[in-house]
């Protein structure tokens, strides 16, 4: 069974900071995506991966793909207080989620 | 607004009652995603239908049920509930037009269930 792991899965950051979110996972899969989930709120599509290499930016943030490594990475660039929220990767064609890393941005 | 409708936003159920969860996909979408998000577990996938049939299944107990009807809404029945089924329960579609989504899924804004 694909299992999915993010870390941190708690973070807290200075604004003005940069850092990343990693998200491993267990089976080969060619497709990932981020979400992002405010406080007792839906989920928000941000990125969606689709092959080895794919990176996408929107904004602070910026995702990448390592489907070799099996590996996804949020990077966050000079973090303001709105990008605090919980984030999410999910994986494969039936979109299994890792636990979520909850970010806060501190002034 | 995401396009995909959830109902109810809330409930509130005694234990060992059974209660329908509705969801109305996002137009044209033909799969339909349900998960289960309670503080100490986090975003559990239940099971995917894909135009009428089941697609994958998760960690969905034996006490829950979903389908998808031909106009691809989809219903999640919750039987015999327990405190411990109390979670925000979440739909999403996506567009899946050839069996193998390609695309994101768009989430609702859930169903908040509680059990006392």
């Known amino acids: 069974e694909l299992k999915v792991e993010q870390n941190p899965l708690f973070l807290s950051m200075q604004e003005g900071k940069n850092y990343t979110i990693y998200c491993n996972y267990s089976t080969t899969s060619d497709r990932l995506y981020w979400y992002r989930q405010d406080p007792g709120k839906s989920l928000e599509s941000l990125f969606v991966l689709l092959s080895n290499g794919a990176v996408k930016q929107e904004g602070r943030l910026m995702a990448s793909l390592d489907t070799k490594a099996r590996l996804s990475t949020l990077h966050i660039t000079a973090a303001v207080h709105d990008l605090s929220a919980t984030y999410f990767c999910a994986v494969g064609d039936d979109m299994r989620f890792g636990a979520g890393t909850r970010l806060t941005v501190k002034p | 607004d995401s396009g995909v409708t959830q109902t109810p936003k809330h409930l509130i159920t005694a234990t060992g009652q059974r209660v329908t969860l509705r969801c109305s996909p996002r137009?044209?979408?033909?799969?339909v995603y349900w998960y289960q998000q309670s503080l100490d577990q986090g975003l559990q996938f239940l099971i995917q239908y894909y135009n009428g049939e089941e697609r994958a299944k998760g960690n969905i107990l034996e006490r829950f049920s979903a389908q998808q009807f031909p106009d691809l809404h989809s219903e999640l029945n919750l039987s015999s509930l327990e405190l411990g089924d109390s979670a925000l329960y979440f739909c999403?579609?996506?567009?899946?037009?050839?069996?193998?989504?390609?695309?994101?899924?768009?989430f609702g804004q859930g169903t908040r269930l509680t059990v006392v």
């Open positions: 999403a579609s996506s567009v899946a037009r050839d069996r193998v989504s390609r695309t994101e899924a768009f």
């Open positions: 137009s044209g979408d033909l799969s």
